[in-house]
């Protein structure tokens, strides 16, 4: 039986919530699995977090090495490689490391590799069936995976759900068996993102736009809308890349993480990088003119309509909503 | 500073609904509008930015065949030196790994000094950058959203982490980079550029001449196979408002004031 590894992202001796989605995925592979976590780094930070991976892990094998203060993947994947059984299946989270680390972990290891899944179907033989989105999720797919020689899987954060776990793990140290380690990329610094002029994550209600708003010369609407709403214009990466609105109102996994009461997504298509950026179960009201968008399968209102035409409407129907207000003062 | 950039031909998700065809094994792929993948042209704007910085040339190169010449002709209009065709009938059904052994069959062939591919695929997982290093066993970076030239090969990059921060790192050359759209404002390619690249020959290479193992490529040797495509079904579904766009507008109106959104 090829055993089941879980990588471990943390930070400031805290595990990510991807430790313990894991463990729910390393389940579905296998319910009577009995996954171990792998912490790398350095320190009491390193320590604290394999002594709270004990209660959901059986098994937390510990690396700590001076090269890994800080999670270069090139010299993570050096660790794994030296202490990695032939034949694992190691679940990595499918984040911005896990994106650094993954496919050439594969390589190093000669497993097959399947990113990004959003489930697993209990191993048959050789096969994992595993299904995964295409296409800014507009499409699922399954796909299987031959792992007779091992599988690196990155698992969507989000995906799984947590179970409750009551292991008294035991921390294994393997720090002995990674020796020296030297990279080809070196860390330098973090820079943290600029605060913006506006603030979207103190807004309730967020008028936020996608590549539907096709323009530059078209974002001046929705800046109509949020002023006639006293709301906040956030948006989508595609509008952040074409240079139309800065950076600090971009909502998502690479932008902000933003706990709108009411969150407006015109013409944003719904991607998992930019519905990660909404916490607080906000009431999401979708307008696309796509009736497949995936934006549909998440939003409470959904309206099929161009949003250029409907937020000038809309604009209008506030403009008039607040005179009436004003009228009744 | 020779650059090679790995582009794919893709379906364009903003100029198609992308469909499940009747079989539910594929898209529909009648009237599908393809373009160049986004990631990709990103990628190639990048390599042309650089070498106008500091001298070189830049390769476009694809695994697939003539209607994949498209888009490497697209991309020699905006100013790639050459375009260069992987094509050979082995090559066919390749998992990723398989498209990564190929292409490193051109690069040991030739030198460069950068190899910058797109972040992923419509249609992809961000896979082949990250193998495509590990089989040449040069370094790499994921995510790259700038890159600065440095003396003594080598680069000082950034790279998208989350929350919109940014990570800074020195990589030496050779290297392989996966590029983040947004890094820069891809140029414009006009139907007069496409036309003086028009009649450029684009040199193809099969498996012999790339010295890859046949055995290692293609449908035979994918670990990993796509069974089928499915429409996803992941929350409980919007109720959709249907009729007249002036009685939509008014619903909406009264939800964002009932749900707290709007002060009235």
Redesign the interface.
């Known amino acids: 039986m090829n055993r089941i590894f879980a990588y471990i992202e943390h930070k400031g001796g805290v595990a990510d919530d991807s430790a313990a989605e894991l463990i729910a995925a390393a389940r579905k592979l296998d319910p009577s699995a009995s996954p171990v976590a792998i912490a790398i780094g350095l320190g009491p930070e390193l320590d604290s977090v394999c002594e709270s991976l004990r209660a959901g892990y059986a098994e937390v094998w510990k690396i700590a090495n001076d090269a890994l203060a800080y999670p270069?993947?090139?010299l993570v994947r050096q660790a794994l490689v030296k202490v990695l059984p032939a034949g694992s299946i190691v679940l990595v989270p499918h984040?911005?490391?896990g994106?650094?680390l993954?496919?050439?972990?594969?390589?190093?290891l000669n497993a097959?590799?399947?990113?990004?899944i959003l489930a697993i179907e209990p191993l048959a033989g050789n096969s994992l069936?595993l299904v995964?989105?295409?296409?800014?999720?507009?499409?699922?797919?399954?796909?299987?995976?031959?792992i007779s020689?091992g599988a690196v899987i990155?698992v969507r954060p989000g995906a799984f759900k947590p179970e409750p776990s009551a292991a008294t793990g035991q921390i294994v140290d393997k720090s002995s068996e990674v020796g020296s380690l030297s990279?080809?990329?070196?860390?330098?610094?973090?820079?943290?993102?600029e605060a913006g002029e506006v603030d979207i994550t103190k807004h309730?209600?967020l008028v936020s736009i996608g590549?539907g708003i096709q323009e530059q010369d078209n974002v001046a609407i929705a800046e109509d809308l949020a002023q006639a709403?006293?709301?906040a214009v956030s948006c989508s990466?595609?509008v952040?890349?074409?240079?139309w609105l800065e950076?600090?109102r971009?909502v998502g996994?690479?932008?902000?993480?933003v706990k709108?009461?009411?969150y407006?997504a015109l013409g944003i298509?719904g991607s998992f990088q930019h519905l990660a950026g909404l916490k607080g179960n906000p009431?999401?009201?979708?307008v696309n003119k796509?009736a497949?968008a995936?934006i549909?399968?998440?939003?409470?209102?959904?309206?099929?309509?161009d949003i250029l035409?409907?937020i000038p409407?809309?604009t209008?129907?506030?403009r008039e909503?607040?005179k009436a207000?004003a009228a009744e003062a | 500073m020779n650059i090679l950039v790995c582009v794919r031909r893709v379906?364009d998700?903003?100029e198609n609904?992308?469909?499940?065809n009747s079989a539910g094994n594929d898209?529909e792929r009648d009237d599908l509008v393809y373009s160049i993948n986004e990631w990709d042209n990103y990628a190639v704007e990048e390599a042309l930015q650089i070498t106008a910085r500091v001298g070189g040339e830049v390769t476009v190169v694809t695994v697939g065949d003539e209607e994949d010449e498209e888009v490497l002709r697209r991309e020699m209009a905006m100013g790639a030196k050459q375009g260069v065709m992987l094509t050979d009938e082995v090559f066919t059904g390749s998992d990723?790994?398989g498209i990564?052994t190929i292409l490193k069959g051109y690069v040991d062939k030739n030198k460069f000094d950068l190899i910058l591919t797109g972040?992923q695929a419509?249609?992809?997982?961000?896979?082949?950058?990250?193998?495509l290093?590990?089989?040449l066993d040069y370094?790499?970076?994921?995510?790259v959203n700038a890159i600065e030239v440095r003396d003594a090969g080598k680069l000082?990059i950034?790279?998208?982490?989350?929350?919109?921060?940014?990570?800074?790192?020195?990589?030496?050359l050779p290297?392989v980079l996966?590029i983040q759209?947004?890094i820069n404002?891809p140029r414009y390619v006009g139907m007069r550029g496409i036309r003086q690249v028009a009649s450029v020959e684009i040199p193809q290479f099969g498996a012999s001449e790339l010295g890859v193992d046949k055995g290692a490529v293609g449908e035979a040797a994918a670990?990993?196979?796509?069974?089928?495509?499915?429409?996803?079904?992941?929350?409980k579904?919007?109720?959709?408002?249907?009729g007249e766009?002036?009685q939509?507008?008014?619903r909406?109106?009264d939800?964002?004031?009932e749900?707290?959104?709007?002060?009235?």
Request: glycine residues 10%; neutral net charge.
């Open positions: 270069n993947a090139e984040t911005h490391f994106l650094d993954a496919p050439g972990l594969s390589i190093k097959a590799y399947v990113p990004d069936r995964r989105q295409e296409f800014g999720g507009q499409l699922s797919a399954h796909v299987t995976c031959d020689t990155s990279a080809r990329r070196r860390y330098l610094e973090t820079v943290v993102a309730a209600l590549r709403l006293g709301a990466r595609p952040v890349d074409a240079k950076k600090s971009q996994s690479s932008g902000k993480t709108p009461k009411v407006m298509s009431f999401i009201i979708a796509n497949k995936p549909f399968q998440v939003a409470d209102i959904g309206i099929v309509d035409e409907f409407a809309l209008e129907k506030a909503g607040a207000g | 379906p998700t903003s609904e992308i469909q499940l898209i990723a790994k990564a972040v419509e249609d992809g997982g961000a896979q082949v950058g990250g193998m290093a590990a089989l370094p790499f970076a994921s995510l000082k950034t790279r998208e982490i989350a929350g919109g921060n940014k990570e800074i790192s020195e990589i030496d290297c996966s759209t947004g404002e670990r990993v196979r796509r069974l089928d495509y499915f429409i996803p079904a992941l929350g579904g919007a109720e959709m408002l249907t766009r002036d939509i507008v008014e909406v109106f939800l964002l004031k749900r707290g959104g709007v002060q009235a």
